[in-house]
């Protein structure tokens, strides 16, 4: 059986749903995770700082949204540096600044990332860590043959270091120690609204006036 929504209802769903898209627009479009269990992510000491390093490494690139669903065999490499010393926070060590790109292809660029200023945490007891970029004022770009990115007003990446070997620690200069480690990851954006979205927003509140109105209407009727 089919029921129709009242006027008042109606106005409610176009209201309510434009307003999800724009509080709640966070997608996660992308994942990776290693094919084999080879530590494929090197971290080294250059003396005036860290370098991460990833060479044609075999991983699974998973695409959630925003073009063909599904897993697909890729290859990662990546570059990025930093020079800033590590700080100790008592739980964790914690290293900003570093900049670089990762990119994940196998005849098409599945994903490109540029991104600066993103930060190193590294866990007390030195077997794990992370790289993220989850701070607006930080630019990161993606680009993409497959996957069509919407404009996005705020991009954000998590990568999850495990396995550290030998366990990370704090060289005499400063900066981390050199350390091999495997990788896996995850890629997300808030979507600027789509111009449909705003016109359902608008036609929303031109609905809930006219309900209020009739509504309105309605009661002075009964009363006089």
Do not use: C, H
Not at 15 to 20: E, K, M, N, S, T
Request: avoid cysteine; charge should be negative.
């Amino acid at each position: 059986m089919i029921k129709f929504l009242t006027g008042a209802a109606v106005a409610s769903v176009f209201l309510a749903a434009p307003v999800l898209a724009v509080e709640n627009a966070t997608v996660t479009f992308a994942q990776f995770t290693q094919q084999n269990s080879s530590k494929i992510a090197q971290y080294d000491n250059t003396g005036s700082g860290n370098t991460l390093s990833i060479f044609n490494a075999p991983v699974n690139f998973v695409i959630t949204a925003f073009g063909p669903l599904g897993v697909y065999a890729s290859t990662l490499s990546m570059t990025a540096s930093s020079s800033a010393q590590i700080t100790n926070l008592g739980l964790q060590f914690e290293q900003i600044g570093w900049n670089g790109t990762m990119q994940f292809g196998n005849g098409d660029n599945y994903l490109t990332v540029d991104f600066t200023n993103a930060t190193f945490s590294f866990d007390g007891t030195g077997g794990s860590a992370s790289l993220i970029s989850t701070d607006p004022s930080s630019p990161i770009s993606y680009t993409s043959n497959v996957l069509g990115l919407p404009a996005f007003n705020f991009k954000n990446f998590s990568l999850a270091f495990s396995g550290l070997n030998p366990p990370f620690s704090v060289a005499a200069n400063g900066y981390g120690s050199d350390f091999d480690a495997n990788v896996a990851g995850s890629f997300a954006g808030s979507a600027v609204p789509e111009p449909a979205a705003w016109a359902m927003l608008i036609a929303g509140f031109g609905l809930t006036g006219a309900a209020m109105r009739r509504r309105q209407a309605r009661m002075t009727t009964v009363f006089n």
